[in-house]
């Protein structure tokens, strides 16, 4: 039975990309506003961790010596990086946007359109930079003529979708896995599920304690062949259940990872394309973490490709897959 045109909508042609767009961390920081919440004071991201012995210069060198070996080790494997420098202001000046090394949380690019996304903290809406990435990926080769789907202005409603954080996308399915949180509202995914075709599966999550996971893609990952999912995160059975019968009956095989896995940032990692073959990138935490069973399964998917980003994934809060924004031409 052929599909129709609306059950088509959502669906794109490739899972994964060779090119990959990145921003340099110059103002790189422990973020207060994404810490903790700015009306009610209670924990966001529970994985920023502060550095009482480290100057912010300091930390800030650290983040872009790994930022630039990691560009450098990615163009190494055939991955194809475009570099964006931080936002500047009217002055010239470097804007203040500590997280601006996490563009995939402000963009998404996909075949047929790009989706621009309502962030919580007010700090980070200054990290979109549109036309200068347009511009970057122009001077780059990557012309890209698409419509953009603007949903920033949910913001103002108290709506929220953080971009490929809030959303774990499988895109030849059309599905996108959203683990709902102060970042990721019902309303905010809706409208992006409406805007793409996209069919929301929507959950909840926590960590060992019992608090609210901040952002989707550190539960679960999506590839082209498999996923990566933390059920032990998701309190309800049935919200398991969904996810799981979701990914399997689109062919993924499913590895499960635990709680004290999570935290290592195991659910943290992105299945990319190269003139090589398959990659998958990863932290080294997320590395150490996975059992060596669980990447011989991955390494049948894909190079495992181990960048060392520990003050980025201290400091930030974020590892490797939230450092890269895909690029679909």
């Not at 953080?162 to 970042?183: I, K, M, P, W, Y």
């Not at 995914?189 to 019992?210: I, M």
Request: aromatic letters at 6%; charged letters at 25%; glycine letters at 6%.
């Amino acid at each position: 039975m052929s599909s129709t045109p609306q059950e088509l909508e959502g669906r794109e042609q490739k899972q994964i990309t060779d090119i990959i767009m990145m921003i340099t961390p110059s103002m790189f920081g422990f973020n207060e506003q994404t810490a903790y919440d700015d009306q009610s004071g209670t924990p966001d991201n529970l994985f920023q961790h502060r550095e009482p012995n480290a100057s912010e210069a300091i930390i800030r060198d650290r983040a872009l010596t790994e930022f630039v070996e990691m560009v450098n080790q990615l163009r190494d494997e055939g991955i194809k990086v475009v570099v964006l420098d931080n936002r500047t202001n009217e002055a010239g000046d470097y804007a203040a946007t500590p997280d601006a090394v996490f563009p995939n949380n402000w963009i998404s690019f996909h075949d047929s359109k790009i989706v621009l996304y309502p962030m919580k903290a007010k700090n980070r809406r200054e990290e979109r930079q549109l036309n200068r990435a347009m511009e970057v990926l122009a001077e780059a080769g990557i012309v890209l003529q698409k419509p953009v789907v603007d949903l920033t202005e949910l913001e103002k409603e108290g709506s929220f979708v953080e971009g490929t954080g809030s959303l774990v996308l499988d895109r030849q399915n059309a599905l996108a896995f959203a683990s709902l949180s102060q970042r990721t509202t019902v309303d905010g995914v809706n409208h992006f599920g409406e805007a793409t075709g996209y069919e929301p599966v929507f959950f909840r999550a926590n960590d060992a304690q019992g608090n609210e996971i901040y952002h989707t893609n550190v539960v679960m990952s999506v590839g082209e062949q498999f996923a990566v999912v933390c059920f032990e995160a998701i309190p309800e059975d049935k919200d398991k259940q969904a996810v799981e019968t979701k990914l399997i009956e689109n062919g993924k095989e499913v590895i499960a990872i635990t709680l004290e896995q999570m935290s290592q940032m195991c659910g943290n990692i992105l299945q990319v394309n190269s003139a090589e073959g398959q990659k998958i990138v990863m932290s080294k935490t997320a590395y150490n973490g996975f059992t060596p069973e669980q990447r011989a399964i991955m390494e049948q998917y894909g190079k495992l490709v181990v960048v060392e980003i520990d003050q980025i994934e201290r400091t930030g809060g974020g590892s490797a897959r939230c450092m890269m924004a895909e690029v679909f031409v």
